[in-house]
């Protein structure tokens, strides 16, 4: 897999236009999150995505589902690595330079 790493200024629109294909599939999107140095194990694994967003007001990128939301602030660095034609991972570097990942199921595309 090969990672790609999104222009600050083009973030709100990619991820709204990836989180419109999630909402436009006929299965859920499970998701597993995990920020190895914040926390010991995945902080959630196997839950179904309910939102994906980047507010560039706040500088706060938001991961939602029914009983959590994973806000990542000030973002550095947002990558996604696709796989089979769709994005299998996302990889968020925040504001004091700790990584978050978001990895998907199955490919969104």
Not at 19 to 35: F, N, P, S, T
Not at 64 to 85: A, F, T
Request: hydrophobic content about 35%; charged content about 35%; overall charge negative.
């Amino acid at each position: 897999m090969a990672e790609k790493c999104i222009v600050p200024q083009d973030w709100k629109e990619y991820f709204d236009e990836l989180y419109k294909k999630v909402k436009d599939l006929d299965e859920k999107v499970e998701i597993d999150i995990e920020a190895p140095s914040v926390f010991e194990e995945e902080e959630a694994k196997g839950i179904p995505l309910l939102g994906l967003s980047y507010d560039p007001k706040d500088k706060v990128f938001s991961i939602m589902s029914e009983n959590l939301e994973h806000l990542v602030h000030k973002p550095q660095e947002i990558c996604v690595e696709e796989e089979d034609g769709g994005v299998k991972q996302i990889r968020l570097v925040d504001g004091t330079g700790t990584e978050h990942f978001v990895r998907f199921s199955t490919p969104v595309k």
